[in-house]
């Protein structure tokens, strides 16, 4: 099993900046993709990055692209979320995803990852 514990949500003003982080613990060597997700109030939870094993492949919702940057360390199990430019659309409970499963893309959707934290959330407010 794999524990995921998200920390760095908070209340920003439009135009901010947050990092949230991710720590895994357990049989963290199991762990290949990586991935945040969110989910505003009355949406379905959506994928906003996810990143390889290694960092070397990442991708990015089309809403955040060029705000936000997802990043992994893996000496220290952690995988992190860098979000610029914030707007209030960016409110919403933020979710750290784990994937054990070996896929030749890099997964986006929800069930492509059997690991989830309990969230953290982000307010932007105007």
């Known amino acids: 099993q794999v524990q995921l514990v998200e920390s760095g949500g908070g209340l920003v003003q439009a135009g901010g900046s947050l990092r949230l982080s991710c720590a895994a613990s357990g049989r963290t060597f199991s762990i290949n993709d990586m991935g945040w997700f969110r989910q505003g109030p009355g949406k379905e939870r959506e994928c906003v990055a996810s990143i390889t094993r290694n960092g070397g492949s990442t991708d990015a919702a089309h809403s955040v692209k060029g705000r936000f940057t997802i990043s992994r360390d893996n000496a220290k199990n952690t995988v992190f979320l860098h979000m610029n430019s914030l707007k209030p659309e960016d409110t919403a409970i933020y979710f750290c995803?784990?994937?054990?499963?070996?896929?030749?893309?890099?997964?986006?959707?929800?069930?492509?990852?059997?690991?989830w934290g309990q969230g953290t959330q982000v307010t932007i407010s105007v």
């Open positions: 995803a784990a994937s054990s499963w070996s896929r030749s893309r890099l997964g986006i959707e929800t069930y492509e990852y059997e690991y």
